[in-house]
């Protein structure tokens, strides 16, 4: 089996982590997304296999019994996300680094099983309220399940230290040009 790097990009949802690993995805070729399974509805404009594979409870389910993950997670109650093995051999068969947009435990499982091939990055919110705010400005979350987000980001900031860098989010032309540096020391350095 091919091995190669990883980078693990966490955060509590709402802190800009998919527009980031979406911009270093159009700006650097060796990069690939992991796409994650999940038994979530699909939000307007997401594609089948492209931004996740959606899955019935039933399918990933049977997934996890044959084993097929190398993390899964009920991120909210009743609504599975996880990481398919196949997909991480996918994009080290073709040469490339595999990019993760998980939550932070996710992470952090991801993390554990790569060590020192992988970065985990934690993207962090200027504050609560930003984050709060740029929840409802995405407007792809009904009250209810917005709350739920907001509820879960802020136990999931406990976990930052456990990370190997944390990017806060503030300035987002600051933020990628931060995480285009992490990402260049990290290829350059990082052993396989
Ligand atoms: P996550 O993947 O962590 O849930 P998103 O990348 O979807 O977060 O970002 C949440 C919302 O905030 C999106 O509407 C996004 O366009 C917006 N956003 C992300 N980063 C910033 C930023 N630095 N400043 C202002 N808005 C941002
Ligand atoms: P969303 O529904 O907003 O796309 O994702 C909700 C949360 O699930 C986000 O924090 C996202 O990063 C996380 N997530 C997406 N894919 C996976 C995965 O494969 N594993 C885990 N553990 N979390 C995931």
């Given amino acids: 089996m091919s091995t190669g790097k990883v980078i693990i990009f966490s955060a509590p949802s709402g ?24 038994t979530r509805k699909p939000r307007p404009g997401e594609v089948n296999g492209k931004d ?18 190398a ?3 009920e991120v909210y109650p009743g609504t599975y996300y996880g990481t398919l093995r196949s997909e991480v051999e996918r994009i080290w068969a073709i040469g490339k680094v595999v990019v993760f947009d998980v939550d932070v435990v996710g992470g952090l499982n991801l993390k554990r099983i790569w060590g020192s091939s992988a970065l985990a990055v934690f993207v962090k919110p200027p504050s609560i309220e930003v984050l709060q705010n740029r929840l409802k400005a995405r407007a792809t979350e009904t009250e209810q399940d917005l709350e739920k987000r907001v509820h879960k980001a802020i136990s999931e900031l406990k976990y930052e230290p456990k990370f190997d860098v944390v990017l806060i989010n503030d300035r987002l032309e600051e933020t990628f040009e931060k995480a285009h540096q992490l990402l260049q020391d990290f290829l350059t350095t990082a052993p396989l």
């Avoid at 996740?52 to 993950?69: A, C, G, I, M, S």
Wanted: charged share 20%.
């Fill in 52 to 69: 996740y594979y959606f899955l019935t409870n039933t399918d990933f389910l049977q997934r996890v019994q044959n084993n097929e993950f």
């Fill in 71 to 73: 993390e899964h997670e």
């Fill in 15 to 38: 802190s800009g982590k998919t527009t980031i690993v979406k911009h270093l995805l159009e700006t650097n070729s060796n990069l690939a997304f992991s796409v994650s399974a999940t």
